[in-house]
């Protein structure tokens, strides 16, 4: 999810981003998928920010279609690499000038991706391209770590946000992963508040339905590490 030159141009992630999907603790990835798959089944899907494509392939397990869409080209090689041989996911860096009109999308799903949007202006222009690409009644998903736990160090990860950050929409702090082995990658997110989650969503014009909390462990002492949010096109309410 980096620089893009005909489309919304968001992230700074980069090469980092495969990094942070393998990094996600296998328990968030159920959690998710029991709270995603009843959602996307048997429906046409927007994978927006799909990086290297792990989430997509296991998303066109349950929909009739997915468009892999992201901005990065590096990552959208690894996406082809791993969705070849499947008919039914479409990969693509140009989602604006992408078609769609006679078969809309019916839901998008950006797993991980606000978080590496450096501006409310940016995210808002994200959405925007998004929902012009879905139906009237389409549904929106939208999952990322967590706001209210930015400061909490867990294992295996250090960051420098600071409690000043809570308050700046698009705050920019450094995150640091343990890789093992003595190695470890650093990279920039960006902090927005659920209320600005919300306001994106209202912006885009979806209602919020659910905020689904989730740790990556029972009874976990660094509370619920990620959210993911469900909301439906207002027209359609």
Same mark, same amino acid.
């Given at each position: 999810?980096s620089?893009?030159n005909?489309?919304?141009?968001?992230?700074?992630?980069?090469k980092?981003?495969?990094?942070?999907?393998? =990094?996600?603790?296998?328990?968030?990835?159920?959690?998710m998928?029991?709270?995603?798959?009843?959602?996307i089944?048997?429906?046409?899907?927007?994978?927006?920010?799909?990086?290297?494509?792990? *989430?997509s392939?296991r998303y066109?397990?349950?929909a009739s279609?997915?468009?892999?869409y992201d901005t990065?080209?590096?990552l959208l090689?690894?996406?082809?690499?791993?969705?070849?041989?499947? &008919?039914?996911?479409?990969?693509?860096?140009?989602?604006a000038?992408?078609?769609?009109?006679?078969?809309?999308? $019916?839901?998008?799903?950006?797993?991980?991706?606000l978080l590496?949007?450096?501006?409310?202006?940016?995210?808002?222009r994200?959405?925007a391209?998004?929902?012009?690409?879905?139906?009237?009644?389409?549904?929106?998903?939208i999952a990322? +770590?967590? &706001?209210?736990?930015?400061?909490y160090?867990?294992?295996g990860?250090?960051?420098t946000?600071?409690?000043e950050?809570?308050?700046? +929409?698009?705050?920019? *702090?450094?995150?640091?992963?343990?890789l093992g082995?003595?190695?470890?990658v650093?990279? &920039? =997110?960006?902090?927005?508040?659920?209320?600005?989650y919300?306001? *994106?969503?209202?912006?885009a014009?979806?209602?919020?339905?659910?905020?689904?909390?989730?740790?990556?462990a +029972? $009874?976990? &002492?660094?509370?619920?590490?990620?959210m993911?949010?469900?909301?439906?096109r207002?027209?359609?309410r």
């Amino acid at each position: 999810m980096s620089n893009g030159n005909r489309d919304v141009q968001w992230g700074h992630l980069g090469k980092y981003a495969e990094v942070a999907d393998a =990094d996600r603790p296998v328990e968030i990835i159920q959690q998710m998928d029991e709270i995603v798959g009843p959602i996307i089944a048997g429906k046409r899907v927007i994978d927006a920010g799909c990086g290297a494509g792990q *989430f997509s392939v296991r998303y066109a397990r349950l929909a009739s279609q997915v468009v892999a869409y992201d901005t990065s080209s590096e990552l959208l090689a690894k996406t082809r690499l791993v969705t070849a041989g499947t &008919p039914n996911i479409i990969v693509t860096d140009d989602l604006a000038g992408l078609d769609m009109t006679a078969q809309p999308a $019916q839901v998008a799903v950006l797993n991980a991706v606000l978080l590496t949007v450096p501006s409310v202006e940016q995210v808002n222009r994200l959405l925007a391209l998004v929902t012009s690409k879905m139906t009237d009644d389409g549904v929106l998903v939208i999952a990322d +770590p967590h &706001p209210c736990f930015r400061q909490y160090a867990v294992p295996g990860k250090v960051t420098t946000f600071k409690p000043e950050n809570y308050l700046t +929409p698009g705050s920019e *702090f450094e995150c640091k992963l343990d890789l093992g082995d003595g190695k470890s990658v650093t990279f &920039p =997110d960006s902090h927005y508040s659920v209320g600005q989650y919300v306001q *994106f969503m209202r912006k885009a014009g979806f209602k919020l339905l659910d905020i689904h909390e989730i740790s990556h462990a +029972p $009874q976990s &002492p660094y509370g619920a590490s990620w959210m993911v949010m469900v909301a439906a096109r207002e027209m359609a309410r």
